[in-house]
T-cell receptor, first 110, second 113 residues
């Protein structure tokens, strides 16, 4: 089935720094989503982005479907950005499931 | 708030017992998905229901079952519980198919002692 790989696994930043998180997927996708899991365990939708570029405040994402990767950019990071960021892909070969990567754990210190 | 509700938030039970987790999808969504998050397996898809019918199964154990009712809420039943079933169980919903964005509920944290 489709494989979803995220990098880096861990990221430590000072407040105000910028970062780029990467998600590689092994097959063409019909769904690509980015989530933030906060310290309480809640999965927050960040982007639904099977292709193209979107921006939401300090966050933006780009998916290059033909090259099978997606990037999440976080600018001017804040301590509240800490948590785990997941990329999840849906593909015809995976049926109707979202296949999740292992996540990137982000720690932002003041 | 995603609009997806799950109850209960926490559940502590003993091995061998049976529990039921409940999920209400966002208003207007026809699809409900169940996922399990554990430390060793990460986030895994369990099962998908669309408008009352089972559409896809993932790594769901035979001891687990689910259904979606006419009002579109869903229940996940876990029986003969084992220590390894301790996990965070998420419900998600989408308008129709997996092509649509999936929105996740707050999860039910299950602890089996």
């Amino acid at each position: 089935g489709i494989q979803v790989e995220q990098s880096p696994p861990d990221l430590i930043l000072q407040e105000g720094a910028n970062s780029t998180l990467r998600c590689n997927f092994s097959d063409s996708v019909n769904n690509l989503q980015w989530f933030h899991q906060n310290p309480w365990g809640q999965l927050i939708n960040l982007f639904y982005i099977p292709s193209g570029t979107k921006q939401n405040g300090r966050l933006s994402a780009t998916t290059v479907a033909t090259e099978r990767y997606s990037l999440l950019y976080i600018s001017s990071s804040q301590t509240t950005d800490s948590g785990v960021y997941f990329c999840a892909a849906g593909a015809n070969q995976a049926g109707t499931a979202l296949i999740f990567g292992k996540g990137t754990t982000l720690s932002v210190s003041s | 708030d995603s609009g997806v509700t799950q109850t209960p938030k926490h559940l502590i039970t003993a091995t061998g017992q049976r529990v039921t987790l409940r999920c209400s999808p966002r208003s207007g969504d026809l699809s409900v998905y169940w996922y399990q998050q554990s430390l060793d397996q990460g986030l895994q898809f369990l099962i998908h229901y669309y408008n009352g019918e089972e559409r896809a199964k993932g790594n769901i154990l035979e001891r687990f079952s689910a259904q979606q009712f006419p009002d579109l809420h869903s229940e996940l039943n876990l029986s003969s519980l084992e220590l390894g079933d301790s996990a965070l169980y998420f419900c998600a919903s989408s308008f129709r198919t997996s092509y649509n964005e999936q929105f996740f509920g707050p999860g039910t944290r299950l602890t089996v002692l």
